[in-house]
């Protein structure tokens, strides 16, 4: 076999393992978070408040973490990271709502609202 061949052979190889279960990750193992739809935001009195749904898309039941993150694209493009919820316990597949509030006079026009939530899914 040429150096052709064994080039062959190696890149074979590594191609199969990226397209099979070698190297993919399986299912979250636990609870595993992840956006169901879109954020929504309304006023609540002086301030702004941020809706999430999220499903457990893992395989088993259990809780998690959010925090609301603030992103910054105009002048600073910084995150500033808000409130953290602890999510009850959700059984996979079903969802639960996360609902935050933000201090109304420390939003502008531009500012775009998030949430990081843990445990999330295998990548």
């Given at each position: 076999m040429g150096?052709?061949?064994?080039?062959?052979?190696?890149?074979t190889v590594l191609l199969s393992a990226c397209g099979g279960t070698f190297g993919t990750p399986g299912p979250s193992s636990g609870p595993a978070f992840i956006?169901?739809?879109r954020i929504s935001e309304e006023r609540c009195g002086k301030d702004l408040c941020?809706?999430?749904?999220?499903?457990?898309?893992?395989?088993?039941?259990?809780s998690g973490e959010c925090q609301l993150i603030k992103l910054e694209f105009l002048q600073s493009h910084r995150d500033?990271?808000?409130?953290?919820?602890?999510?009850?316990?959700?059984q996979p597949g079903d969802t639960t709502t996360?609902?935050?509030?933000w201090p109304r006079n420390?939003?502008?026009?531009?500012?775009?609202?998030?949430?990081?939530c843990e445990p999330g899914p295998l990548m």
């Open positions: 150096r052709f061949g064994i080039a062959t052979a190696v890149a956006e169901a739809g941020v809706s999430q749904v999220f499903t457990n898309a893992g395989n088993e039941p259990g500033t990271k808000g409130p953290k919820f602890v999510l009850p316990i959700v996360v609902r935050a509030r420390d939003v502008a026009n531009r500012n775009v609202f998030g949430f990081a």
